[in-house]
């Protein structure tokens, strides 16, 4: 193996290889940044909470003057299945009011610290909540029920009613510890549950409890006559589609959370990350024509050696290889010095992007890491084998 790489190491110039190294290390860089740069800030354009998947839209009507003189701003079945019909509509779901009165009781009593509000209840079907449905359910008989917050109501609390009064200020995960006292009032009874705070939302601002409870509790509480919803969720296709901002605006429809602009966002983000990543392909291919037209003007200046050395009794295979690990070396070479570049670069903005939002959820590489060793694997292989062609040629060329 020495002696045929002395033979074949001549000639070698070491300026197209540097230069097919280069090029290969950009292509490479430039790709794997992109993957990582999009897994980085994909996190600031969803919710902090994962109870609801970020995919649906929250849709509300416009409350106008005629609202507040008696129209109803309330969804009618004749309005959520025209929505269900939209072509933009994947599936619609409605938010389930209560039809009975509610207060509930906060603090601790012994103490003197303690106030009561009232308050009010509303559910979604199951399949728009992804949370634990160990926690997220609720039975006949059971004397606590999941509830999930709106955000601003805490901070309501800590920076209004606590401040004013003097009380201590509670985080989120203090709160979830704390039992609420919730008072049913019905029609002809009532009853008094614990209320269990599993999650808050910034998304949401209502009063969520599971679908199981509010079924059953509209029936044992309510007037038999339960209002209509007046916000639905819906989850859409394609939140960029000019469709879903036409149709809103022509029924008057509102969003409580500007989902579809978040959405725009994020559609935007992943086309801007795709075409970096297009650029960064294009140079990697680039760099292996380089390589490749190396290689083949290297073996084209040795093809007398060569043809000697498959005559006095070398393999193909054997012969090529000096090659072959040649390049697997300068392949191993660009996706070492990829990495690091990458952990030094991604140092840098996640700097920058941790002051501007510092409850950024900050992930590893590995992502990145098998993007490049699948990008090494693809350019290795096609290396080895445009080798091995051409030595193969030469020895065809020879008999």
């Not at 401040?163 to 049913?184: A, F, H, N, W, Y």
């Not at 297009?278 to 290297?298: P, R």
Request: proline letters at 3%; a positive charge; glycine letters at 6%.
């Amino acid at each position: 193996m020495k002696l045929v790489w002395k033979l074949l190491r001549q000639h070698i110039s070491i300026g197209q290889f540097a230069g097919f190294t280069l090029a290969n290390l950009i292509g490479m860089l430039i790709i794997l940044l992109g993957v990582q740069f999009y897994q980085d800030v994909s996190s600031i354009f969803s919710s902090r909470e994962s109870f609801m998947k970020k995919d649906y839209i929250v849709v509300t009507k416009q409350v106008s003057t005629a609202s507040t003189f008696g129209k109803s701003s309330a969804f009618s079945r004749k309005d959520v299945k025209d929505l269900k019909e939209q072509p933009f509509a994947k599936s619609v779901g409605s938010f389930q009011p209560s039809d009975f009165q509610v207060s509930a009781t906060m603090g601790m009593k012994d103490l003197g610290v303690a106030f009561t509000t009232e308050m009010f209840f509303e559910s979604v079907e199951d399949e728009y909540v992804d949370f634990n449905s160990s926690q997220w359910s609720f039975t006949p008989g059971q004397e606590s029920i999941p509830i999930i917050l709106p955000r601003n109501y805490l901070n309501l609390y800590n920076f209004g009613f606590a401040q004013t009064r003097g009380l201590p200020k509670i985080s989120e995960g203090v709160i979830s510890m704390i039992t609420l006292g919730i008072d049913i009032r019905g029609v002809a009874n009532r009853a008094h549950y614990e209320g269990n705070i599993v999650g808050f939302s910034n998304r949401l601002n209502t009063i969520l409890v599971p679908q199981s409870f509010m079924e059953w509790a509209n029936q044992e509480y309510g007037t038999g006559n339960p209002a209509q919803p007046s916000r639905l969720i819906l989850e859409v296709y394609n939140p960029t589609d000019d469709a879903i901002a036409k149709y809103f605006k022509e029924k008057k429809y509102e969003t409580e959370d500007d989902k579809l602009e978040q959405g725009k966002t994020t559609w935007f983000l992943k086309i801007i990350v795709m075409i970096v990543m297009a650029v960064g392909v294009l140079i990697t291919i680039l760099a292996l024509y380089i390589l490749m037209l190396s290689v083949y003007l290297l073996v084209q200046k040795n093809t007398t050696k060569l043809e000697n050395l498959l005559l006095i009794g070398y393999s193909p295979a054997r012969v090529a290889m000096p090659y072959q690990l040649l390049t697997l070396g300068l392949n191993v070479l660009v996706l070492i010095i990829a990495i690091v570049l990458l952990v030094v670069v991604r140092a840098q903005y996640l700097q920058l992007l941790q002051a501007l939002y510092p409850d950024l959820l900050i992930g590893g590489i590995s992502t990145a890491v098998m993007v490049g060793v699948g990008i090494f694997v693809v350019v290795s292989l096609l290396n080895l084998w445009a080798i091995r062609q051409k030595v193969a040629t030469i020895w065809k060329r020879k008999d």
